[in-house]
């Protein structure tokens, strides 16, 4: 198993940005594929943003344009860069590493948008 763990959340007023981490404890290079998912109160989780091992990428459309997913194999992280944050970007976010055997969740890390 892969453990995995988020940083970087917090408070942020609209308009701003914050960077989240995603920690693996092995290697991602072969990793199929890694994302961000984040689950508001009261809703289902729902899908952020993914890379694939070659570093295709997908977006919600409710963030496309203003977050971006990447990942730094050297270091066993995947990255979620947010910008022109809104209000309703508040969520726990969540990454995600799947594998033909295996899906593996980090802990979590709050995300609050707020003036």
């Known amino acids: 198993q892969v453990q995995l763990v988020e940083s970087g959340g917090g408070l942020v007023q609209p308009g701003g940005s914050l960077r989240l981490s995603c920690a693996a404890s092995r290697s991602i290079s072969s990793i199929n594929a890694m994302g961000w998912y984040r689950q508001a109160p009261g809703k289902q989780r729902e899908l952020v943003a993914i890379i694939s091992s070659g570093d295709n990428t997908n977006y919600a459309d409710s963030v496309k344009g203003r977050f971006t997913i990447s990942r730094d194999n050297a270091k066993n992280t995947v990255y979620l860069q947010m910008n022109t944050l809104k209000p309703e970007d508040t969520a726990v976010y969540y990454c995600?590493?799947?594998?033909?055997?295996?899906?593996?969740w980090g802990q979590g890390t709050q995300v609050t948008v707020s003036s």
């Open positions: 995600n590493l799947r594998t033909i055997q295996y899906s593996s």
